[in-house]
């Protein structure tokens, strides 16, 4: 009897193959990996239009660059470039770099940190028990490796998972054309099931070249102020302090000679809703404006270091000015939280609910300023339009932008 099994034998070749019987079919070609944008020797991405191209690193998600497109080429970029090699936090290992960079609770974050860095869950440094089981300043955040979600050319989703923490942030940047803004979007995630107390700051930070003594002036919808633990939180007069003739008091100006050094913490305006932070170059004609919610981000902090630090890697070497805006007033975690809970009546921290979410907002918005123009009395969202007045006679500036990308309510 013949075998039913050698009828197959008949069987074309071709459809052997269609029906998998065959040969195998060949393998897709393995997809090419993505070519991996530098910036400063480390790894990044970036999203650009018409008006903006905006760098972000994937070591801690720091904004490493935000440069505006003129008719007459990129200006320079605002924010801080550390005059050390940088290199991916994750990677920074105490025996190895503390030559450096420090062995001390900064030193992983000073070894990755550029432009303006998001401190999350807390602000300052942890306590010693905390930085002896691993946490560093500024929180997890600082040496966390970012994971992109998605992309496009002008839009970017990644996420931070801080898994000692507990946390997580996902922030989204999104650009519009024509439009000179940036529109930032961060979630903030509490995996655990307990309530918890945090800390979250937008540590928006300057350097040269745009950061010079004479041509650079900072504002902001800010009000009363003090000198923080250090000096047993000795008042200060409302923002900006000191007159123009008192420049190491007057928080609109860099103190010119070095070796300098602020420190100053300020409540932002309790009676408005949007609350801004201004940065302008002169000689450069170019202004950096943050703009936020009050119901977010309620404190203001000035940070300047003028070649003062001696030690690695500031090497007295440093001239920079955070202009930092947060949820919290108090530098540490929950045990700074609980000896100073309340300032100006104010909560000084946040409460992240157990297994909850919080959503915060931010624009950068950049822009040309014309000559003269060298201070900024108020930034306010008109329609479509972002002004920002100037002082005296001057004409206000007005950016376009998209507000139900910023919704207020």
């Not at 300057?206 to 003090?226: I, W």
């Amino acid at each position: 009897m013949t075998s039913r099994l050698s009828y197959s034998t008949s069987i074309p070749i071709s459809i052997l193959l269609l029906l998998g019987l065959g040969a195998c079919a060949p393998e897709p070609a393995p997809e090419e990996p993505e070519e991996k944008l530098m910036f400063e020797n480390r790894a990044a991405w970036r999203i650009e239009n018409d008006r903006l191209r905006v760098t972000v690193l994937e070591g801690g998600g720091h904004l490493a660059e935000v440069v505006l497109k003129t008719d007459s080429g990129d200006s320079l970029n605002p924010l801080w470039i550390p005059p050390w090699p940088s290199i991916d936090p994750w990677t920074y290992d105490s025996e190895k770099h503390k030559g450096i960079y420090g062995a001390d609770s900064e030193a992983a974050l000073l070894s990755g940190i550029m432009g303006h860095n998001l401190c999350f869950d807390y602000w300052g440094a942890p306590s010693k028990t905390e930085f002896e089981a691993g946490m560093a300043y500024h929180g997890e955040v600082s040496w966390t490796r970012g994971e992109k979600l998605s992309q496009d050319e002008n839009s970017f989703v990644h996420q931070l998972d801080l898994k000692d923490s507990g946390t997580a942030i996902t922030r989204t940047m999104r650009l519009a054309d024509g439009q000179s803004v940036l529109y930032v979007e961060e979630t903030a995630s509490n995996k655990l099931g307990l309530d918890r107390t945090f800390g979250w700051v937008q540590h928006a930070t300057f350097g040269p070249p745009f950061l010079d003594p004479e041509h650079t002036f900072f504002d902001a919808s800010a009000t009363k102020g003090d000198l923080g633990e250090a000096e047993d939180y000795k008042p200060l007069a409302d923002w900006p302090v000191g007159s123009p003739d008192e420049r190491e008091q007057d928080y609109r100006r860099f103190a010119p000679e070095p070796p300098s050094q602020k420190m100053a913490y300020f409540l932002l305006d309790d009676t408005r809703e949007v609350e801004f932070i201004t940065a302008i170059n002169t000689e450069h004609r170019l202004l950096m404006a943050y703009v936020f919610l009050r119901k977010d981000y309620p404190w203001m902090m000035v940070w300047e270091e003028n070649r003062h630090i001696q030690l690695p890697p500031w090497n007295g070497k440093a001239m920079t000015r955070g202009m930092e805006f947060g949820n919290t007033r108090i530098a540490g975690t929950a045990r700074a939280y609980a000896d100073k809970p309340e300032m100006y009546g104010k909560r000084t921290f946040g409460w992240l609910d157990a297994k909850g979410e919080l959503t915060a907002r931010y624009l950068v918005v950049m822009a040309s300023v014309p000559e003269g123009f060298d201070a900024v009395s108020n930034v306010r969202l008109d329609g479509s339009d972002i002004e920002i007045a100037g002082v005296g006679d001057t004409e206000p500036i007005r950016v376009p932008f998209k507000p139900e990308w910023f919704p207020v309510d």
